[in-house]
């Protein structure tokens, strides 16, 4: 028996299938956010970026070619995050400009750096100030571009903490937001413990009607149907398990149209995306920075591959601009069939920066 879930929509965006590549910093670029599509996701979100970053990078075309979004990426969000409500607007307003879908406003990010700048989660907390970012950018952006939110289930455990995840939640649909994306930890919690996927439900049956996405261990596509089911959001949004392993959003595309579960990726598929995705890191960053991204996503990789340890010690080793194709010559050079990913390896990773912070 096949369970059937609606297609997505995010305000007048027609998603389609209701699986999303979620925002990470450091990871979620044009590159990223493009294999995700191609292999099957129906949406994606943009690292998050700081609101003054957004402004200053537009000015120069080599902060417009990080910032760019590509024909094939639509519909695509942006994440936009920063502490005073009025400095979002001429970044919000860039975003747009660029050929971004939506603009997701962070009210999330646990990284100390920036909750000490009263930024991300911080904002968890306060929910004048979160409500009236919202309400400045709604009011300042096309009614045809959908302002989103992204939160955590509060700051902390307390009763005071869950009043104001509502207030501002509530607040936020009330002044117009298209869509919450929730990640059911707390900003204190950061990444310990399981994604409390009770609260997701328990959101969904307070907002009946609005969009909610969940985000929380979706790390198998399996997880995408176990979370979709059980607490009746209307979308899953993929975070780190999808890093080196885009082949999620396929899996999850299969299951979600009553297909059986396809296998890993065969060595040589690998390659071909690994090239790829190498392809277009070097068009947004250059020889030098995309070898250093590369590497970092070559880890992750390594995971799927028969000859996991190994490859994963050869992507570490890279250090120089071409180091990495050199890994893909030696050891992507026999189509194997692939392994599933080491799921306790994604529970591992964790926020630790955000790329643009001053
Ligand atoms: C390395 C890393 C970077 C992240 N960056 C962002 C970000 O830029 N914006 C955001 O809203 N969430 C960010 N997150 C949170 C994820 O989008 C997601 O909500 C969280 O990881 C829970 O999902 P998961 O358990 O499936 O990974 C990040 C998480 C990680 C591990």
Known sequence: MTTRFPALHIGPLAIGPPVAQAALSGYSDAPMRVIARRLGAGYTVGEVWLDRFV??????????????????????????????????????????????????????????????????????????????????????????????????????????????????????????????????????????????????????????????????????????????????????????????????????RALLEGRPLPPPPSVYEQRDVIVEHYRMAEEVYGPKRSGRRMRKFGIRYAQLHPQYAEVRAAFIATRRPGDVREVLRRWYADDLPGRWPDVESFGRMVEGHVECDD
């Open 55 to 252: 402004v200053e990078a537009s000015h120069g075309r080599r902060g417009r070619r990080l910032l760019a979004v590509r024909d094939e990426e639509h519909p695509c969000g942006a994440q936009l995050m920063g502490s005073r409500p009025e400095e979002f607007i001429p970044a919000a307003l860039a975003l747009v400009r660029l050929g971004f879908d939506a603009i997701d406003l962070n009210l999330a990010c646990p990284v100390r750096k920036v909750l000490a700048r009263r930024r991300g989660g911080f904002l968890m907390g306060q929910p004048d100030v979160a409500l009236e970012i919202v309400s400045r950018v709604r009011d300042a952006l096309p009614p045809e571009i959908p302002v989103t939110v992204k939160l955590r289930s509060g700051l902390d455990e307390s009763p005071e903490s869950r009043e104001r995840f509502f207030a501002i939640f509530d607040g936020a649909f009330g002044r117009g937001a298209a869509a919450a994306t929730v990640h059911p930890r707390t900003v204190a919690q950061r990444y310990a413990g399981r994604a409390a996927w009770a609260f997701l439900a328990e959101v969904k049956r307070h907002a009946i009607g609005r969009i909610v996405l969940g985000s929380g261990d979706l790390f198998r596509a399996e997880d995408c149907l176990a979370m979709l089911r059980q607490t009746g959001v209307d979308g899953a949004c993929i975070a780190r398990g999808a890093i080196g392993n885009p082949w999620i959003f396929a899996q999850v």
